[in-house]
T-cell receptor
Framework: DVKVTQSSRYLVKRTGEKVFLECVQDMDHENMFWYRQDPGLGLRLIYFSYDVKMKEKGDIPEGYSVSREKKERFSLILESASTNQTSMYLC?????????????FGPGTRLTVL | GENVEQHPSTLSVQEGDSAVIKCTYSDSASNYFPWYKQELGKRPQLIIDIRSNVGEKKDQRIAVTLNKTAKHFSLHITETQPEDSAVYFCAAIGGGFTGTASKLTFGTGTRLQVTL
């Protein structure tokens, strides 16, 4: 059974703080993704990674960076948190290959920036 | 890049009735269309998907149809039950293909409420 875990379910930070959100998957998936989920806007892709140390910008990368030093771990970094980054953050992972594979999601981290 | 529109944003049906959620996409090259269900407080989970070489796919009470010419696809839930209450997201492959990672573009979601 695929398991995707995220470091925190709830997080409260102050404006200007550096914030780390961590995601770990245990199924040896090549691909990992970070989304943010806001009411009425669906899931929007921030960054994704298709291999260790490889990353690609998604649709809304501004204000975020990522790190993938190990295959199972994908970190999202908010260099200087701002109130408009208050949101639910979801991590996902999937196999790679020529067929499109299901993305498995983590439980989410609800981040509040004060 | 790909743009996916989803309607309606909310849908209320009585138990036993059918529910239909519709999505349109913009990139004619898109060829994979998954649907995810997210129950309250839980993570999104894939419930059904369809590839562009198929016009319809069914799995028990849920079915998905695809019209490539019109660039729209729909989720159909028959004999709805209270446990079908959730937010449903459609998605389409789009925005390019880097390495072997396929980017999904999601719709904005439909909150389905099944009332007794």
């Amino acid at each position: 059974d695929v398991k995707v875990t995220q470091s925190s379910r709830y997080l409260v930070k102050r404006t200007g703080e550096k914030v780390f959100l961590e995601c770990v998957q245990d199924m040896d998936h090549e691909n990992m993704f970070w989304y943010r989920q806001d009411p009425g806007l669906g899931l929007r892709l921030i960054y994704f990674s298709y291999d260790v140390k490889m990353k690609e910008k998604g649709d809304i990368p501004e204000g975020y960076s990522v790190s993938r030093e190990k295959k199972e771990r994908f970190s999202l970094i908010l260099e200087s948190a701002s109130t408009n980054q208050t949101s639910m953050y979801l991590c996902a992972s999937s196999y790679s290959g020529t067929m499109f594979h299901e993305q498995f999601f983590g439980p989410g981290t609800r981040l509040t920036v004060l | 890049g790909e743009n996916v529109e989803q309607h309606p944003s909310t849908l209320s049906v009585q138990e036993g009735d059918s529910a239909v959620i519709k999505c349109t996409y913009s990139d004619s090259a898109s060829n994979y269309f998954p649907w995810y269900k997210q129950e309250l407080g839980k993570r999104p989970q894939l419930i059904i998907d369809i590839r562009s070489n198929v016009g319809e796919k069914k799995d028990q009470r849920i079915a998905v149809t695809l019209n490539k010419t019109a660039k729209h696809f729909s989720l159909h839930i028959t004999e709805t039950q209270p446990e079908d209450s959730a937010v449903y997201f459609c998605a389409a492959i789009g925005g390019g293909f880097t390495g072997t990672a396929s980017k999904l573009t999601f719709g904005t979601g439909t909150r389905l409420q099944v009332t007794l």
